[in-house]
């Protein structure tokens, strides 16, 4: 693993690279891991280590990164002005990734928030071959709701009364302080995966709360699995969030779209023509195809 | 050793990379101070994992820590033991049962090699409060040591004052059949291994005198000490119980305790935070 800063020295980003093991895949296989924000990113930090571990060990350059403000990157969420900002840093992180692998085009898996920054930094993004959007936040405002009702439910029960300072320029939510204008940046975030032209598999739940639909079904695979949606837990909160079978079917997942990504020549340089989902074994997927 | 170093927005303040131990395998994050600031011959503060969170700390607590202390001049490596976060697992024989005393011995010798600094005030939240006070006895390295929310012993008072006190309060009333009606209790796990035991942080063995006798040598020895302790941590109620526990007196020196009845446990409001990274800082200022 090579930790590291990048991007702008003034405010940089920190990145953990994991090198591909064994026989390096040629041309070179790379993935950009887009994680949650707040407190979800916390729980899920683990996990996506393990994940990025499995993935170098099947040839797969993998880079973790922290968006501006949030783990060891400069900065805090409270002067993230709005989601462009965190858009750009995923741009960021595809640049440095593709100057580590030597790809042309990187795959971007994002988880929640992550999966929703991601699809929305694909559409901007020639040199993005394929997406993975776990348990994506697919409706912005409903995610703030979610968030605002953790929070309240916390503090009241509280074993005093209390409540947060939040003034007409910031607003408390589980422990981090959000601007109001990053707040309307993230309840105007939606989850139209469908206008994101690159392959997607999107894994979600047995019961999904949104039915996904694409213009193009065969670019789009929802893969359901078995575990149960507890985002708004607040017995969770601090609880890390373990997936490992699920994170396992995604590693096989993507090894699969990687080779058939390479069929159409979408690895070493960006696709001249999309190539799509609908071919990809199902073995590894407990769901069915969109 | 890989080292890359970021510049803050703040301007006043350092962040690099440290890989240390065994086959570089340990990481961990050194911030240090802009020259204009920075405090002469100061230790440096090491912060060490709570629970199995990594190092930014629960609610980004270990990074606000990091940088409000570089910003009064001192420096601190926030740190993944071995196992944790971002670094790798110690393999081979080891001659302690306790893996974290060598990853901070570790630390210590590498920054002590790489920066020229060899004393340290050790920190830690929980469980890593719990290994700051096993490293801080044996290694004379440490100067200091911030203990928060760390070992703790049920007294009479904790008894009167908690489990009889919180009774005659209507919000705990309130609180316990709210948590009930909404279905309250342990989360749901899905995976094993989701939560570890209580043993797997701490040693099982503790008694309260051997903690006493440990305490009473970190004086001797001159070890500036920091107890903060929250409301949210199930055995402790009020700053009299570190008396009760301990037999020593609280004073505005060597040992200084500080009780926060507003906090959680891992301090997850801002306002928490503030107050507890306030503490620290303003605790080293007062003492290095």
Known sequence: MKHHFFGNPKSQLFGVYHRPRGIASAPPRAVLICPPIGQEYIRTHWCLRLMASQMCRNSTHVLRMDYSGIGDSAGSVQTVQTLDRWISDIRIGIDRLKELSGAGTVMLVGLRLGATLAAAAARQSHDVNSLVLWEPVEDGESYLEELRTMHRKMLDLWVCKMTTPDDENVEELLGSNYSRSLIESIKAADGDFGSVIQPQLIVVPEKPVVNFVHPQPTVQKVMLVADEYNWDDLRSLETAWLRSRTARQIVDSTADMFERLNDFDALAAPALVAPTMSNLPSSSSTGAIA | ?288
Request: charged share 25%; hydrophobic share 35%.
């Open chain 2, 1 to 288: 050793m890989i080292r890359t170093t970021t510049e803050m927005t703040e301007q006043t303040c350092q962040e690099t990379v440290c890989h240390f131990g065994p086959q570089g395998g340990l990481f961990g994050i050194l911030t240090t101070p802009d020259e204009s600031v920075q405090v002469k011959d100061a230790p440096i503060a090491l912060v060490l994992n709570a629970g199995i969170v990594h190092r930014v700390g629960p609610f980004r607590l270990h990074v606000d820590l990091a940088r409000q202390l570089a910003r009064s001049g001192y420096s601190t490596l926030r740190l993944d033991l071995s196992g944790l976060g971002d670094s790798a697992q110690r393999t081979g024989k080891i001659d302690t049962p306790n893996r974290a005393e060598l990853d901070v011995r570790d630390a210590m010798d590498y920054l002590e090699k790489e920066v020229g600094v060899g004393r340290f005030v050790i920190v830690g939240l929980c469980s890593g409060a719990f290994h700051a006070h096993q490293v801080s006895v044996k290694d004379d390295r440490i100067v200091g040591a911030v203990f928060m929310d760390g070992i703790v012993f049920r007294t009479l008072g904790f008894f009167l004052r908690h489990q009889v006190g919180r009774l005659l309060k209507p919000r705990f009333w309130r609180n316990a059949i709210k948590r009930r009606l909404s279905g309250g209790g342990a989360p749901d796990r899905q995976d094993a291994g989701q939560t570890l035991a209580e043993g797997e942080f701490f040693g099982e063995d503790l008694d309260k005198d051997s903690v006493v006798r440990d305490l009473e040598s970190l004086m001797t020895r001159g070890v500036r000490m920091l107890f903060l302790y929250t409301d949210g941590y199930d055995d402790i109620c009020g700053r009299s119980q570190f008396r009760e526990m301990y037999g020593l007196q609280p004073d505005e020196g060597q040992l200084q305790v500080e009780y926060y009845p507003k906090s959680e446990h891992t301090f997850r409001l801002i306002e928490n935070r503030q107050a507890a990274c306030g503490r620290v800082t303003s605790w080293m200022a007062g003492q290095f």
